[in-house]
């Protein structure tokens, strides 16, 4: 069903259903939500009461209410409510694994000239990393293209010694956290050529839980849902985690190209 036909039933905007579908909605109705499940044949009773729990969530201000400005509010509230968060970044070094002076210069690079809206992107990506030091933590790993990491190297040789330091110690020492770098240049052609996504999973312990996959662009980002483009995202990432280096071997190597 296309977001026309959908607009056309229920009688409203094609921009509304966009809105709700791409989460740049951050506050949808529950009844609306609801209206759209039905819509959508979503008959699931676990899979509609945990999209519906979700939905009453998102109208709770949390703490990434105060940088919209700044962060993709409905994937932050995603991001800190995950169990397992699988990410693939063959651009930068993940959010999550950023120091505050690297975010910095991402956020310079990117176009982002106040000198305010760069501290508030900081400040924000500090709020996000606070997920890696709680009681429970969700279950990162990530695999980064080692043209992410030697690209710093370029622009900033001190913070590259440091963010890369960062990534060492985070591979050996956080139980939480899994790195894995793929040699791109040494594979040529591989499975993550179409982009970086990341794949977040809630936990459910009545049922199977739900997972999301969030392709992100320069200016929002898109999310996806449905079973096939789940297990899709999941076969790439198993594959790109076949193709990268060992995860034991990653903050030695990581620390080979510092020292």
Avoid: C
Avoid at 61 to 73: E, H, I, K
Avoid at 225 to 237: G, M, S, T, V, W
Wanted: charged share 25%; net charge negative; no cysteine.
């Amino acid at each position: 069903m296309t977001a026309e036909q959908a607009a056309a039933a229920l009688e409203w905007s094609t921009t509304k259903i966009s809105n709700i579908e791409t989460g740049r909605s951050k506050h949808p109705a529950v009844t609306d939500i609801r209206l759209l499940l039905e819509l959508y044949g979503v008959t699931d009773t676990r899979e509609r009461d945990a999209i519906l729990d979700l939905t009453r969530q998102s109208r709770h201000r949390g703490w990434w209410a105060r940088y919209d400005d700044v962060l993709t509010g409905a994937y932050t509230a995603l991001e800190a409510g995950a169990t397992r968060l699988r990410l693939w970044e063959p651009q930068f070094i993940p959010g999550l694994l950023q120091l505050p002076e690297y975010a910095a210069a991402v956020a310079q690079a990117t176009l982002i000239r106040d000198p305010d809206a760069v501290a508030r992107v900081v400040e924000a990506r500090a709020h996000r990393q606070e997920l890696l030091t709680r009681e429970d933590p969700p279950e990162v790993w990530a695999i980064i293209d080692e043209h992410a990491v030697r690209l710093l190297a370029a622009t900033d040789t001190s913070l590259y010694h440091r963010q890369v330091g960062h990534l060492a110690d985070l591979a050996e020492d956080t139980n939480s956290v899994t790195i894995q770098i793929l040699r791109s240049e040494r594979l040529g052609l591989h499975p993550g050529m179409g982009g970086p996504f990341a794949i977040l999973e809630h936990d459910d312990p009545a049922g199977p839980g739900m997972a999301t996959v969030f392709l992100e662009t320069d200016t929002d980002g898109l999310y996806l849902d449905k079973p096939p483009e789940i297990d899709r995202y999941r076969a790439l990432f198993d594959r790109l985690t076949a193709k990268a280096m060992d995860p034991d071997s990653v903050g030695a190597y990581l620390r080979s190209l510092i020292s």
